[in-house]
T-cell receptor
Framework: DAGVIQSPRHEVTEMGQEVTLRCKPI?????LFWYRQTMMRGLELLIY????????DSGMPEDRFSAKMPNASFSTLKIQPSEPRDSAVYFC???????????FGSGTRLTVV | KQEVTQIPAALSVPEGENLVLNCSFT??????LQWFRQDPGKGLTSLLL?????REQTSGRLNASLDKSSGRSTLYIAASQPGDSATYLC????????????FGGGTRLMVKP
């Protein structure tokens, strides 16, 4: 298995632009998570899905952020409009369930200028 | 709310030393505990997973233990090497928070040749 695949690896965009981050979880994993990592706050959970359904989005910072999982093999995290304070590394992770390990993607480093 | 604390925040040791990284948590009810390694600018790599019914796991020079009664986990690294230099993060999946992982702030380890 190729693991959790995220794209792009790096994204530089101007303030106000729309940004879309993509994630392909490991096949068969029922849970998908989006995390954000910054120096100040460490790793923060943004949202997670179970069987393609959003379960908890309480970590999504504001309405500018949205996430979808149209099928079991694909998820997107969208920021519209982007702001400089959104600059961070965004990770996607997947797992089979509670008693199984989590596998993280390599992350997308987002810079909003 | 589950809180996870990792001590020390940073550690520098000479090559060859055995060392212990600590992780404490406030809620003893957990599904599992996972230790990750993160190299600078990279994603998270899973090192060890301890399920709630287990007390420890070993992989090569690494040994992780879990004591739910005291709310602690330790990661033991034997005969440290410069290649072990990275940030080590512990994370818990509490049963009352779905399958979300709660992360500690990490310990930055530097092993000097």
């Amino acid at each position: 298995d190729a693991g959790v695949i995220q794209s792009p690896r790096h994204e530089v965009t101007e303030m106000g632009q729309e940004v879309t981050l993509r994630c392909k979880p490991i096949s068969g994993h029922d849970y998908l998570f989006w995390y954000r990592q910054t120096m100040m706050r460490g790793l923060e959970l943004l949202i997670y899905f179970n069987n393609n359904v959003p379960i908890d989005d309480s970590g999504m910072p504001e309405d500018r952020f949205s996430a979808k999982m149209p099928n079991a093999s694909f998820s997107t995290l969208k920021i519209q409009p982007s702001e400089p304070r959104d600059s961070a590394v965004y990770f996607c992770a997947s797992t089979l369930g509670a008693n199984y390990g989590y596998t993280f993607g390599s992350g997308t480093r987002l810079t909003v200028v | 709310k589950q809180e996870v604390t990792q001590i020390p925040a940073a550690l520098s040791v000479p090559e060859g030393e055995n060392l212990v990284l600590n992780c404490s948590f406030t809620d003893s009810a957990i599904y599992n505990l996972q230790w990750f390694r993160q190299d600078p600018g990279k994603g998270l790599t899973s090192l060890l997973l301890i399920q709630s019914s287990q007390r420890e796991q070993t992989s090569g020079r690494l040994n992780a233990s879990l004591d739910k009664s005291s709310g602690r986990s330790t990661l033991y690294i034997a005969a440290s090497q410069p290649g072990d230099s990275a940030t080590y993060l512990c994370a818990f999946a509490p049963p009352n928070a779905g399958n979300m992982l709660t992360f500690g702030g990490g310990t930055r380890l530097m092993v000097k040749p």
